[in-house]
């Protein structure tokens, strides 16, 4: 058993835990986005950081990576946790707008606008990468994954074509955060073919 | 020449014993006639543009030309970057040191006949000291190399890097021959603890405890363990690597393979970015004779010891030098970082312990375990031992590649060595560390150079850029340059960096543009941390440091955008207008005949006048008038 602390609580967590397991096994909510327990962590929303202190030593981490060690100080709701899942929230508003799920996310934590620009009012995808996880390492299909980089950086099949890996188990869906892939769906396992006949270019 | 008959014993043969490298070496040296002149022209990958290649053809066919005796036949010689590559291509002539700057192919005769031939210098190619004043004809003489202290590149502008011999000759390998032969591998992780040497590829993390830290990983988890050199070098302006591994390729190879020696690692990698073709070849070529004179590979020297490189091309992204993107990138897959609460001595490469060193720190390694780690930490201050090579751009004399023992000041740097700012004004400021560093203004030019007070300054030391700016140079706009380029190389995996850095930037050129307000500053404060705290990787996490430095301190100008929209360093074109001085005007219309919006008008010898509504603020006027009647405010 490790013994540490979670916003002054005594906790225990099994050797292999994470910070973020320990705190839910305690009752203790901490808001994520990309983590779900069928998929390796991949660390890409932050929502999920936290605190750790040493004396005058600080320092943010994840917590649905970051693994437990015997004393730790984390700290869950701090000024400086604040501030990150704030300004990620807000970002997240203006990047994926139709969301709901976000919206809600973004008030329950005080945040109901955004002074980011809006590029697209219809995207809900926050790329968090949990549906190729899921295709992945669930499903094993491999259908779909991240394409391209940085700010062009999108979700769906190798070049946006719809592929025939693709099982369309339906997977992606259900572990989507947003509702994203939802409306993506057809862009990955393609349409009916009769369909994609009279539409072929 | 006259022991030419007397062929290298060696040859083209494999060394098996540490003896065998020594006899080859002292071959070579015995082969060597010290009078015998050496002309050394520069063929780093700046002068290989500005066509260093005919340079040196036009000396053979000169040297030929001149029907020179045998005995006195010239060595025309190619080498790496000297570090001057503003004024190259360079030609120096040892054993003088004579040294010609900007040599074109047509001046090969001129030098052949007038300094080969006579003894006598070609005064129009010596270097012009703008301090002093005067012609200096040797390389000793120009304080843009005298006041170095070359150790890493101490081979570079000497040695042909494309004949390991030439390497061996003066002094290649002698380390790994020391190591091999009476050193344990604790004792070479010693030795380069002892040394305190520190990454000089960005975070400056101690060597020795990473080496001591893959030991303890190693006793954990068996191994393969693996040893990686990084030479992925993307900052904006940096060539210090590039120059390393181009003109001194052994000293790298070596270093990896004294490296994995002490570690007991059997498999290397060096990452070099594909812009790097010549880099790429001056390795493979050196890996190949060094694997031929059983240097690298089976059995290196008859010690039993085995160990053998392999080169991976780099995709391109600045983020893939990040440690876990560049093992990724390795692996075969896209390079993006991952987070690392288990540290890559642990879990690298494959998920084996791997060191990661960048290519200046690995090159540093053989001296270490030749002379001694407490030499090396005799060299610098303290905490920053040894020396650093900062590649000098921007509003500076003397562009180029310079090395320096830790600490010196700032300002020795830009003043002495880059001899200060053209037109001779003091500098505005210094950004260090690439373009995740930070801001250094003029009142901290005295700041010693080291890890510490840099970091201490609000910057850091990085993998060494130096961009000097002077007083046209806008920190608001500089600050926006470089998170642009961030933002362009930002993976997009996690969303304080794919998405936080645009909005950073959207906000600096709203200022730029004599918009937003005070509170947005806070804002902007706010957001910086945010995302410092929040990033998964370096890349994001100190993409906010050009900012949050010029704020510090360069607050004032960022307030007079917001609150006067006013831009001091006349830059921002929304907040400038162009006019001519009447009474400097002298009416020459050279400025007229420059715009190239036709917005100036005026008549011979008599004022002109801009038109505001045509003018686009490109500053050619500004660039052209050799009055200085043209004013920006
Ligand atoms: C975005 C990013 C880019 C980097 N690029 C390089 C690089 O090009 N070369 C390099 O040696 N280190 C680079 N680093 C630092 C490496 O992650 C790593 O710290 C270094 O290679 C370790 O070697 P050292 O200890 O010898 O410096 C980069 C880091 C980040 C975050
Ligand atoms: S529906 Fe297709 S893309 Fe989605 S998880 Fe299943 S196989 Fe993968
Ligand atoms: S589609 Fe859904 S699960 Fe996939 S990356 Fe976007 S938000 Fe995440
Ligand atoms: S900080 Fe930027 S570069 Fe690093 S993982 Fe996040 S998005 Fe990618
Ligand atoms: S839930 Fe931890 S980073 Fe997304
Ligand atoms: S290559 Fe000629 S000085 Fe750099």
Redesign the pocket.
Known sequence: MIKFKINDQQVQAQPGWTVLETARQHGINIPTLCYHEAVEPSGACRLCVVELREGDWSKVVISCMYPVAEGLNVYTDSQRVKNVRRWILEMLLAECPASKEIQALAAEYGVGSTRFAVHNPEEQCILCGL?SR??AQV?G?N??STVGRGVHKQIGAPYMIPTDK????????TVCPTGAMRSR?DA??GVPKVVLAHGAR | MSKASTAPQLEGQRLNSVADLELLRQNRQEQQDPNRAEVIVCHGTGCLANGSPKVAQALKQAVAAAGLEAAVKPLIKITGCHGFCSRGPLVVIRPQGIFYQRVQPGDAEEIVEQTLKQGQTVERLLYHDPQSDELLATVEDIPFYNLQQRVVLKNIGWVDPTDIRDTILRGGYLALAKALSGMTPEQVVAEVERSGLRGRGGAGFPTGRKWRSALKAIEKKGRPVYVVCNGDEGDPGAFMDRTIMEGDPHAVIEGMIIGAFALGAEQGYIYVRAEYPVAIRHLSLAMAQARELGLLGQNILGSGFNFDIQINRGAGAFVCGESTALFTSIEGRAGEPRPKYVRSVEEGLWGRPTVLNNVETWANVPQIVEKGGEWYAGIGVPHSTGTKVFSLVGKVNNVGLVEVPMGVPLAHIVEKIGGGVPGGKPFKAVQTGGPSGGCIPYALKDTPVDYDSLTKAGSMMGSGGMIVMDERDCVVDVAAYFLKFLEEESCGKCIPCRLGLSRMREMLESFGMGQGSEEDLQDLGSLAAAIADGALCALGGSAPNPVLTTVRYFKDEYLAHINEHRCPAGVCKELITYSIDAEACTGCMTCARACPQEAISGQKKKPHVIDEAKCIRCGICLESCKFGAVLVR
């Open positions: 549906c899921v295709c499903v299909a259908a779909i693709c099982v369309a188990c339906g997977c992606c869906v769906f990955v396992r």
